[in-house]
């Protein structure tokens, strides 16, 4: 379900006349200084139009299940459209801790999200130095304080993030949305010596960030999630046609229609119209727009560890992807170097997004190899060479937060299965085609890891007679003749015959993997490509009749060259499977997340 907004509007000295003339504001004034479109706060009370009455908003939210990310919890937030027809205020927003103290309520941190500019228009976003607080307050008296700060010319999709602390002003001639944690507090340090300027000097100086601030003007017009943080999310999403939206169970949205006109089930709604919307919504949505979407998420951390990087993420409840980091492995150098590595990689997660070092209480691993998931100890791990080694306490101690460690192919299947369209299956087998083989079984969905937790070590099912060794030590296992070790030994083996004028069509630069491009040109290419499907299909059919999953999914970085013979597998699979086509059909599908799907069932890991 969905909810049209009624806004509450204000008029100040520097208010304009976009938001009544390009934003569809229906007043009778003849100029505003912003729209208020959600907040809580008594003294400026919006309402939302229901099928039979409009009731306030703070009303709504009292009465309705707001989403499971919001259970127990205040909600904080306060989003306003902007229309600065002359200079705003200088102003600063005090932190948590520093409001909580002398306001008993939370600072702010904002999202500005620039919707109209006019020419050589501007913000004014920290200080250009350092300086002190003397300097700064002479400059404030003195009328020179604007020369003190960044002055940041603007383009219409530019989005920046102002945290407390950090002086701001916003400029003549912008129109911007305005997302911030609560009921606005600021206090105003300059006002361009209007008559009888309302302001907080002493608190303002009280809290300023003194130091010079780094503007971040390399904006990505194609981000989808522009701010996340402990308090709000804001996404947006750009329409050109017709959309199916969904809404996560997680928390309600609210949804502004920036640009363009969009019709929603047959309702239509134009440029500055905004709307609630229920948790776990289903909307169809028409036209050519743009929409920002502001909702309360929750959070995931997690880091896959591999054989050379460690890739880490911060993922969102929708699937998003919040932040990401990256940092060598370095196993060869042992325990010690892995944990440290890690710690610089959660660390990399913390730093590249807007949460406090703090928030974050659990944080999931991936790792290769057997795993006690209980005890958090890595028992064995051949490709890193670590043996009953507790990552989870020594990773745990240096960060003081709880790490939750399990198999690398566990959290692939449990990202795949977790954060994609794959949780409509009950049962899903993921299989990891990569340096090693791995395995992940979702089952009555949830992750089934068996009495010792290696259940799913599909890599080293002994499959087929071979003389090659495996990197657990013994031979013929799956992993040993899909591996990439064993696809670049065979490859160079096959360059190596001049009779296959492979050495003529991959060279010493490129992947073995190239020796799949080649299979409908070369006959030894397409000889190779063969024998390496039947023996995939050895380890396919063996996971359909152990398992009789609803789907097995394809995963790891081979996948994405073998993913064009899927149709041809899947018919196969199915034909040599125990039963054969008198049994349940099983789908065979690609990855969707690819190889970040580890790193994402890491994160999951701590919420699952």
Same mark, same amino acid.
């Given at each position: 379900?969905?909810?049209?907004?009624?806004?509450?509007?204000?008029?100040?000295?520097?208010?304009?006349?976009?938001?009544?003339?390009?934003?569809?504001?229906?007043?009778?004034?003849?100029?505003?200084?912003?729209?208020?479109?959600?907040?809580?706060?008594?003294?400026?009370?919006?309402?939302?139009?229901?099928?039979?009455?409009?009731?306030?908003?703070?009303?709504?939210?009292?009465?309705?299940?707001?989403?499971?990310?919001?259970?127990?919890?205040?909600?904080?937030?306060?989003?306003?459209?902007?229309?600065?027809?002359?200079?705003?205020?200088?102003?600063?927003?005090?932190?948590?801790?520093?409001?909580?103290?002398?306001?008993?309520?939370?600072?702010?941190?904002?999202?500005?999200?620039?919707?109209?500019?006019?020419?050589?228009?501007?913000?004014?976003? &920290?200080?250009?130095?350092?300086?002190?607080?003397?300097?700064?307050?002479?400059?404030?008296?003195? #009328?020179?304080?604007?020369?003190?700060?960044?002055? /940041?010319?603007?383009?219409? #999709?530019?989005?920046?993030?102002?945290?407390?602390?950090?002086?701001?002003?916003?400029?003549?001639?912008?129109?911007?949305?305005?997302?911030?944690?609560?009921?606005?507090?600021?206090?105003?340090?300059?006002?361009?010596?209007?008559?009888?300027?309302?302001?907080?000097?002493?608190?303002?100086?009280?809290?300023?960030?003194?130091?010079?601030?780094?503007?971040?003007?390399?904006?990505?017009?194609?981000?989808?999630?522009?701010?996340?943080?402990?308090?709000?999310?804001?996404?947006?999403?750009?329409?050109?046609?017709?959309?199916?939206?969904?809404?996560?169970?997680?928390?309600?949205?609210?949804?502004?229609?920036?640009?363009?006109?969009?019709?929603?089930?047959?309702?239509?709604?134009?440029?500055?119209?905004?709307?609630?919307?229920?948790?776990?919504?289903?909307?169809?949505?028409?036209?050519?727009?743009?929409?920002?979407?502001?909702?309360?998420?929750?959070?995931?951390?997690?880091?896959?560890?591999?054989?050379?990087?460690?890739?880490?993420?911060?993922?969102?409840?929708?699937?998003?992807?919040?932040?990401?980091?990256?940092?060598?492995?370095?196993?060869?150098?042992?325990?010690?170097?892995?944990?440290?590595?890690?710690?610089?990689?959660?660390? &990399?997660?913390?730093?590249?997004?807007?949460?406090?070092?703090?928030?974050?209480?659990?944080?999931?691993?991936?790792?290769?190899?057997?795993?006690?998931?209980?005890?958090?100890?890595?028992?064995?791990?051949?490709?890193?060479?670590?043996?009953?080694?507790?990552?989870?306490?020594?990773?745990?101690?240096?960060?003081?937060?709880?790490?939750?460690?399990?198999?690398?192919?566990?959290?692939?299947?449990?990202?795949?299965?977790?954060?994609?369209?794959?949780?409509?299956?009950?049962?899903?087998?993921?299989?990891?085609?990569?340096?090693?083989?791995?395995?992940?079984?979702?089952?009555?969905?949830?992750?089934?890891?068996? &009495?010792? =937790?290696?259940?799913?070590?599909?890599?080293?099912?002994?499959?087929?007679?071979?003389?090659?060794?495996?990197?657990?030590?013994?031979?013929?296992?799956?992993?040993?003749?899909?591996?990439?070790?064993?696809?670049?030994?065979?490859?160079?083996?096959?360059?190596?015959?001049?009779?296959?004028?492979?050495?003529?069509?991959?060279?010493?630069?490129?992947?073995?993997?190239?020796?799949?491009?080649?299979?409908?040109?070369?006959?030894?290419?397409?000889?190779?490509?063969?024998?390496?499907?039947?023996?995939?299909?050895?380890?396919?059919?063996?996971?359909?009749?152990?398992?009789?999953?609803?789907?097995?999914?394809?995963?790891? =970085?081979?996948?994405?060259?073998?993913?064009?013979?899927?149709?041809?597998?899947?018919?196969?699979?199915?034909?040599?499977?125990?039963?054969?086509?008198?049994?349940?059909?099983?789908?065979? /599908?690609?990855?969707?997340? &690819?190889?970040?799907?580890?790193?994402?069932?890491?994160?999951?890991?701590?919420?699952?």
């Amino acid at each position: 379900m969905f909810y049209k907004i009624k806004p509450t509007f204000n008029q100040s000295i520097w208010a304009g006349t976009k938001l009544k003339y390009r934003y569809h504001k229906g007043t009778e004034l003849e100029s505003l200084s912003d729209s208020i479109e959600f907040s809580l706060d008594d003294s400026s009370m919006p309402s939302v139009q229901g099928d039979e009455k409009t009731v306030l908003l703070k009303d709504y939210i009292k009465s309705n299940k707001l989403g499971k990310n919001l259970e127990n919890k205040d909600v904080n937030l306060f989003v306003r459209i902007i229309d600065a027809g002359e200079n705003m205020p200088v102003e600063v927003s005090p932190s948590d801790e520093y409001a909580i103290i002398h306001h008993n309520k939370l600072g702010d941190n904002k999202l500005w999200y620039i919707l109209d500019t006019d020419e050589d228009a501007c913000i004014y976003l &920290g200080f250009n130095n350092d300086y002190t607080r003397e300097q700064i307050e002479e400059a404030i008296k003195d #009328g020179s304080i604007l020369n003190c700060l960044n002055k /940041v010319q603007v383009r219409v #999709g530019d989005y920046y993030k102002v945290p407390s602390g950090i002086i701001y002003a916003i400029g003549k001639g912008i129109t911007l949305y305005e997302v911030s944690q609560g009921v606005d507090t600021s206090y105003r340090l300059y006002d361009y010596d209007r008559l009888d300027p309302l302001l907080n000097l002493e608190e303002g100086l009280n809290v300023l960030n003194y130091n010079q601030y780094v503007v971040n003007t390399d904006i990505d017009r194609k981000a989808k999630v522009l701010y996340a943080g402990k308090y709000f999310e804001v996404i947006k999403y750009n329409i050109f046609d017709k959309y199916n939206l969904r809404f996560n169970e997680g928390s309600f949205s609210l949804v502004t229609i920036t640009r363009g006109q969009l019709s929603i089930d047959t309702v239509e709604f134009k440029r500055g119209d905004s709307f609630l919307v229920d948790p776990s919504s289903y909307l169809h949505l028409e036209g050519k727009g743009e929409l920002l979407i502001t909702r309360f998420a929750d959070y995931g951390i997690g880091l896959d560890v591999g054989g050379t990087s460690i890739k880490g993420a911060i993922i969102d409840d929708a699937a998003n992807k919040i932040a990401e980091c990256k940092t060598p492995t370095e196993s060869e150098l042992g325990e010690a170097v892995i944990v440290g590595h890690m710690k610089e990689c959660f660390l &990399g997660l913390i730093k590249n997004s807007n949460f406090p070092r703090n928030y974050f209480t659990k944080l999931g691993v991936g790792f290769p190899g057997h795993i006690d998931t209980v005890n958090g100890i890595v028992k064995f791990s051949n490709n890193l060479g670590l043996t009953n080694s507790p990552i989870a306490e020594l990773l745990g101690k240096e960060l003081g937060i709880e790490v939750i460690i399990d198999n690398d192919a566990n959290c692939a299947a449990l990202g795949e299965y977790y954060y994609t369209d794959k949780r409509k299956y009950h049962d899903m087998f993921l299989v990891t085609l990569g340096t090693g083989v791995g395995g992940g079984a979702i089952i009555d969905g949830k992750l089934f890891k068996g &009495g010792q =937790g290696s259940i799913s070590e599909v890599g080293h099912m002994k499959v087929k007679s071979d003389s090659f060794k495996c990197t657990c030590g013994q031979y013929g296992c799956f992993e040993a003749l899909l591996s990439l070790k064993r696809l670049k030994l065979d490859v160079d083996q096959l360059r190596a015959n001049p009779e296959t004028h492979l050495a003529e069509l991959i060279s010493d630069d490129d992947k073995p993997l190239k020796i799949f491009q080649l299979d409908e040109t070369n006959e030894a290419a397409k000889e190779y490509v063969k024998k390496y499907q039947n023996n995939l299909l050895l380890g396919l059919v063996n996971i359909c009749n152990l398992f009789q999953p609803e789907v097995i999914v394809i995963g790891g =970085g081979v996948s994405y060259v073998i993913s064009k013979y899927i149709p041809l597998l899947e018919r196969k699979m199915n034909a040599y499977k125990y039963s054969g086509f008198d049994a349940p059909k099983v789908r065979l /599908v690609h990855a969707t997340l &690819g190889n970040e799907a580890g790193a994402y069932g890491a994160a999951a890991l701590t919420k699952y």
